[in-house]
DNA sequence: CTGTTAGCGCTTTCAA
DNA sequence: TTGAAAGCGCTAACAG
């Protein structure tokens, strides 16, 4: 049987509520006394129940992690991020994996983080009214990662200013016929990015006086097919475009295959550019927007954080800078492969 | 403020044990008071406090899973396939990611866990015998996904048998050179596959008479660069491999480009086999061994969580099959490209 | 600086 | 089938 306070009281021969200050780090316990407690606890390889420790105290040194997905590189990233600063700062961290629509129902309705946790992260959820009034109930503090909402505390990129240098990019070299591969944003796991990028993509055009042609929009999934077969669709156009702007590196690299596929190649033929800089992007030689996303977990965490222990008043939006990576997919001479 | 068990008490008529029991679904309750306990319930939105519930019964919910790293595919697939069965058992996960050396060290010191889970799944990490007596210390059911030991529930492949199996592939396409880029069993943060699918090596050589050579036999990083380098210290040998056998996608994911990068070509110069089935494998053209990471994930889960219910009796070691999946990386004319 | 004591909100005997 | 009451192992006033 694990060891109690009361045991650890007993070896010090000090009460348990001194032995509670003790290992606490507590102000007003003498130094003496917080060794004898010390001792005594390392003797019995003590550690406090967190369960007794939290009811009493009423802080669950918890916080609520809520991904979409898991198993893509941007959410690994982030829960890589988020769980080592929450490790440093002795919070648990419990996760909650959305998976698909059903689950995001069964999510914000029974809302299972229900007096469990401290704190709340979001990551790169599309969230309505409904469900930012879902975790309002929650009456802790919410932390948003990509994207933002007023009165929330947030971090991200700024996705248009991205999605606006890559196609910008595309532009000076030149390009006048760019096709859009984006996220669907009816999708009821979409995620943020879609919209932004999209609107990046427009402006980026409208600069050298280009007209949006609907055509060269299409939609479809996050992921390599999805990517892969908007860009059929593009590629069977009567006036396809001579280059690409997909709003995931996944999405891209399922564009350079149908590319390819189509006897054409990149880049002289179809020029492509994705977004995020994925771990594989530099294998594959995709040019891209390099978004910083260790930072952004760590940020809104610390922030988080501070906010959850009462200091840091006001919720603010930080907004991290992204970059251009240009290598082999847009420029030959660029490329790294 | 929350509604408390009280409330809902005073609010259906009956004594808090009534409600506990009603809400638990414990037998021996009268259907009428029943639904009255689960109306009043309902009006109140009332959950009961994890916490509390927890300090009385002394059963958490919860089951710790350790990863030693998030952001690599095979763990975010088990994270997402674990995270789904818990989910749907009641169960919350909390999430200990080792991160690097350090990372572990802390974390077997401290042991995290500690009187907070009532179960533990220990994905792909080679375990002294130190850590594992530490998790016996922790006195609840372990599961282990990726590895097995004896006195241990375990869910796994057969790293060997895969292996054998891509080797055997290549010998039967008439390659008797063929070079292992491996992950190095001496590195803190390894964990279980690279022992395994070297033995399945050098059994499948054997099997056609090949001796090991030790020069054929490079180690590094279970990543793409690592792949990389292990792969131009193969092509620098004075008599490199035709074939190359990678203990992951991922380092044949870097090999592949390592021979294209040194004027060669995948599968007519150098033929290259990985291990996983990557989710972008069959985009890089890869023959490999596919593995059930999900299946994996499910197994261990439901049976980890059968046994630390008080069902199932002795811990069993099951083991799940690979699948050798051919493409254009050994043979042209399987190329999915 | 330290000890006493009253809970935190449940679950679980035990009795009725 | 239900209720009373005793904890679960801590934290947090409060008193000294």
Redesign the pocket.
């Given at each position: 049987m694990a060891a109690?306070?009361?045991d650890v009281a007993r070896l010090a021969g000090?009460?348990?509520?001194?032995v509670?200050?003790a290992l606490?780090g507590l102000?007003?316990?003498?130094a003496a006394?917080r060794d004898r407690v010390l001792t005594a606890a390392a003797e019995l390889d003590y550690v406090?129940?967190p369960f007794?420790?939290r009811?009493?105290?009423g802080r669950t040194a918890t916080v609520g992690v809520v991904v979409p997905f898991v198993n893509r590189w941007f959410f690994a990233e982030v829960i890589d991020g988020v769980e080592a600063a929450l490790r440093k700062a002795g919070f648990d961290l419990l996760l909650y994996n959305l998976g698909d629509a059903e689950g995001r129902d069964r999510f914000f309705d029974v809302m299972p983080m229900r007096k469990r946790v401290d704190a709340v992260l979001i990551a790169s959820l599309v969230l309505d009214d409904a469900e930012f009034e879902a975790l309002g109930a929650l009456s802790c503090p919410v932390g948003l990662l990509g994207l933002e909402r007023p009165g929330f505390l947030s971090t991200r990129i700024d996705d248009v200013c991205g999605a606006q240098a890559a196609v910008r990019h595309l532009t000076s070299l030149g390009h006048r016929r760019i096709g859009l591969i984006g996220g669907d944003t009816d999708d009821p796991m979409s995620f943020t990015p879609p919209l932004r990028r999209r609107d990046g993509y427009r402006d980026a055009l409208a600069e050298v006086g280009v007209d949006p042609d609907p055509a060269l929009e299409v939609l479809g999934y996050f992921t390599i097919d999805g990517g892969g077969e908007a860009a059929n669709r593009l590629l069977a156009l009567p006036d396809p475009p001579t280059a690409i702007f997909a709003e995931s590196d996944e999405m891209a690299y399922g564009a350079i295959r149908a590319v390819r596929r189509a006897g054409l190649r990149v880049p002289e033929d179809v020029a492509i550019v994705g977004f995020d800089d994925h771990v594989t992007a530099a294998l594959m030689d995709l040019t891209t927007i390099r978004q910083p996303v260790t930072e952004q977990a760590l940020d809104i965490t610390a922030r988080l954080l501070a906010v959850a222990a009462g200091d840091e008043a006001n919720p603010t939006d930080v907004v991290l800078p992204t970059q251009l990576i240009v290598r082999g997919s847009t420029d030959p001479a660029a490329s790294v492969a």
């Open positions: 109690s306070i009361e000090v009460s348990i509520a001194t509670s200050r606490r102000p007003d316990v003498a006394t406090a129940s007794a420790a009811l009493a105290s």
